[in-house]
Nanobody, 124 residues
Framework: QVQVHESGGGLVQAGGSLRLSCAAS????????AGWFRQAPGKEREFVAG????????YYRSTVKGRFTISKDSAKNIIYLQMIELKPEDSAVYYC?????????????????WGQGTQITVST
């Protein structure tokens, strides 16, 4: 059974930085990608960033490109999300999924491989 634990969230002022970590276990993560998603109140969960398990190709939603950087430690199954120049609209619960894939239309995470999420609040 896949277990995922995110950490590193918190309250930060606009323009500030945070680094999220995601520790994944209970699976063999070699296929597809690892991804970060977020969900703001009243909105659907949205893809933020992804990184291929094989190789280091990365993917970002346009609104975070240049501000967020996803990386991974494949030996430890840890996925990171470095965020700079945070904006109030980045406020959300951030979720990690080590089994993320593109279904042809959108990025998705395998059901059952979600963490509990970590809250990020960016104040003005």
């Amino acid at each position: 059974q896949v277990q995922v634990h995110e950490s590193g969230g918190g309250l930060v002022q606009a323009g500030g930085s945070l680094r999220l970590s995601c520790a994944a276990s209970g699976g063999t993560f070699t296929k597809n990608a690892a991804g970060w998603f977020r969900q703001a109140p009243g909105k659907e969960r949205e893809f933020v960033a992804g990184i291929d398990w094989e190789g280091d190709r990365t993917y970002y939603r346009s609104t975070v490109k240049g501000r967020f950087t996803i990386s991974k430690d494949s030996a430890k199954n840890i996925i990171y999300l470095q965020m700079i120049e945070l904006k109030p609209e980045d406020s959300a619960v951030y979720y990690c999924n080590p089994e993320t894939y593109w279904d042809g239309n959108r990025w998705r995470g395998v059901v059952g491989s979600w963490g509990q999420g970590t809250q990020i609040t960016v104040s003005t």
